[in-house]
Structure formats: C-alpha cells, structure tokens
C-alpha cells in the first residue's frame, strides 16, 4: 500500500474545544481545497498530514497559523467563501500579498483560534504532486 504525503511537516496535530464547530469547518475547507478527509471518528479526523481532535479535559484548544496550498486565485477566494459559511471569522479576505511576487492569499481565523490561510504562490511548476510512501512490511 503506498501513500502520498506532504514535503516539510510529517504533520500537524490541532485540539479543538469545541470539535463539532471545527468538524464542520475544516470539512468545507478541505473539501474546497480537494483534500480528502480520509478517517475520522467521534471526536477526531484527519486529512493528509492533518489530524485534528477534541482537547482532553481542561487542555487549551491549539494556536497555530496553518496555510493550506491552493492552485489558483480562484480555489483561494472559494477557501474564504466555505470558511466563512462554516464558522470561521474573516482575518484578511482573498488578494495579493507582499510576501512575494505572485503571493495570493486569503485568511480566516477557525473556531478555535487558529490563524488558517489558503495560499496561490503564482504560476509555477512543481517536481511532484507529493511524496509517494511504500512502507516496507516483512
């Protein structure tokens, strides 16, 4: 069985307060990003090198700035319109940036407080979709 997974993070690990909020807001930006949701369970989920859950006990919910690879502007600016409609607060809607030339990005803040951005870096063309993973099993 083979995999594909990402090039820098082997993953990231957000705790939610409220996981019934954070479902359904991740679940509509992935699935504008076209990133499959590939198990979840009562109180987690994951998506490629995402995984989220509920926060145990009296543990704070995660802080993190988490930006998602968009294809183009227009997957950017539809990243925006699902996180908005799906709980999370405008944190810089859709438009260049100075970070580079080319940098085309929207921000939304998610349930939980989390900095999420869906990012266009311009035209470009990229060595591999993903890493591909075929772990050796005896």
Do not use: C
Not at 24 to 48: H, N
């Amino acid at each position: 069985m083979a995999y594909h997974t990402g090039r820098l993070i082997d993953h990231v690990h957000l705790r939610a307060h409220d996981f019934e909020k954070t479902r359904k807001f991740y679940s509509a930006i992935l699935e504008v990003l076209g990133i499959p949701i590939t198990a979840s369970g009562k109180d987690w989920m994951q998506a490629d090198e995402l995984f989220i859950d509920q926060t145990p006990g009296d543990i704070l919910p995660s802080h993190v700035h988490l930006a998602f690879q968009a294809r183009d502007e227009a997957m950017v600016a539809a990243f925006h319109r699902a996180a908005i409609a799906a709980g999370g607060t405008d944190n810089g809607g859709p438009g260049e940036r100075d970070y580079h030339p080319g940098y085309y990005a929207a921000f939304v803040i998610d349930p939980d407080g989390n900095n999420i951005e869906a990012v266009f870096h311009g035209p470009n063309k990229r060595s591999a979709a993903s890493v591909v993973i075929e772990p050796n099993r005896p």
